[in-house]
């Protein structure tokens, strides 16, 4: 472990020895800086998503008593395979006292 995250003893309590005093200008350039990167990546991000949503979905279903993994799909819209989802585990339900995990997973396409 790095003094970064153990500083000598003499310099925990007093932060001017250990980094310095940051001027006020640094401060408001890096607050700019960070909030366009924070812009950016959120930007890139949403598109990826949104990307995602025209995508084909399947349902991976696991039964985690016995660890029997099924997959089903693909559905058109990620709703569907969720819809698909909840009412196999509801149907399923009422016949035996299974503890099933779904997850809804877009297929990507293939590059």
Known sequence: MGWAKNPPPEWRNDPDL????????????AGRSVALVTDRI????AACEAERLEMPHV????????????VFGPFDHPLAAAVFADRFVSDLADLAQTALVTTVIPLERGE
């Open 59 to 70: 349902v991976h279903v696991l039964d985690a008593s016995t660890g029997l993994e099924s």
């Open 18 to 29: 250990w980094l310095g005093p940051v001027p006020d200008w640094l401060s408001r350039a």
């Open 42 to 45: 959120n930007a890139v991000l």
